[in-house]
């Protein structure tokens, strides 16, 4: 039997629990999910590690040869890079 008068405190908690359970199931990922979406970004931060090792020093220390265009090319690339990224992991991961 429910009680029609109900603790304020214990219906906040009630309404918390079942906002909480809501959004698990929405946002849960299978075991599989993770690993892929795990594996995705170290592909992606390994592309994204060569292309600082090759090119890095004009990135991060721009000397004679670097300029602005160079700089703002190299960082379209990595945020492309990171979208692609996230995409392809979002997609596999579900």
């Given at each position: ?10 219906q ?12 698990s ?7 599989m ?26 990135y991060v ?9 160079y ?10 890079l990171?979208?692609a990224?996230?995409?392809?992991a ?5």
């Open positions: 039997m429910e009680q029609k008068h109900q603790d304020p405190s214990q906040s908690l009630r309404e918390i629990k079942d906002i909480m359970n809501g959004s199931r929405i946002l849960s990922l299978s075991g999910g993770g690993i892929w979406a795990g594996c995705t970004a170290l592909a992606g931060s390994a592309v994204a590690y060569n292309w600082l090792k090759d090119n890095g020093t004009r220390n721009p000397g004679n040869e670097a300029t602005i265009a700089f703002d090319a190299f960082t379209v690339r990595l945020m492309l990171g979208i990224v996230f995409i392809v979002i997609a596999g991961a579900f």
